[in-house]
């Protein structure tokens, strides 16, 4: 059975950091492209960052880049998604994801197989 777990998650100040983790099990961690997506209340699930299989590469929303860094370590088989300058529009559930795929777009939701269950991050002002 596969399992993502994500942690790490919580309230933070504005300007504050964060650092997310999913761990995996039940998957041949180091075959899957990892993602991690957020959704806030009234709107639709967004990508935030993804990482190759290899973590030779790295993509990230327009939103979040020079503010958060996604990595991997496939020894421990977890995803880490390192958050600073929080903002307060940076409220949200944040899913990982698992997706058996080495290249094409990582920022579609419809390409993971393999979803969490969701970690709270809330940034006050």
């Known amino acids: 059975q596969v399992r993502l777990v994500e942690s790490g998650g919580g309230l933070v100040q504005a300007g504050g950091s964060l650092r997310l983790s999913c761990a995996a099990s039940?998957?041949?961690?180091?075959?899957?492209?990892m993602g991690w997506f957020r959704q806030a209340p009234g709107k639709e699930r967004e990508f935030v960052a993804a990482?190759?299989?290899?973590?030779?590469?790295?993509y990230y929303a327009e939103s979040v880049k020079g503010r958060f860094t996604i990595s991997r370590d496939n020894a421990k088989k977890t995803a880490y998604l390192q958050m600073n300058s929080l903002k307060p529009e940076d409220t949200a559930v944040y899913y990982c994801?698992?997706?058996?795929?080495?290249?094409?777009?990582?920022?579609?939701?419809?390409?993971?197989?393999?979803w969490g269950q969701g970690t709270q991050v809330t940034v006050s002002s």
């Open positions: 994801a698992a997706g058996y795929f080495y290249s094409g777009t990582y920022s579609d939701t419809r390409r993971y197989d393999y």
């Open positions: 039940g998957l041949p961690f180091s075959s899957y492209a």
């Open positions: 990482i190759s299989r290899s973590d030779s590469l790295t």
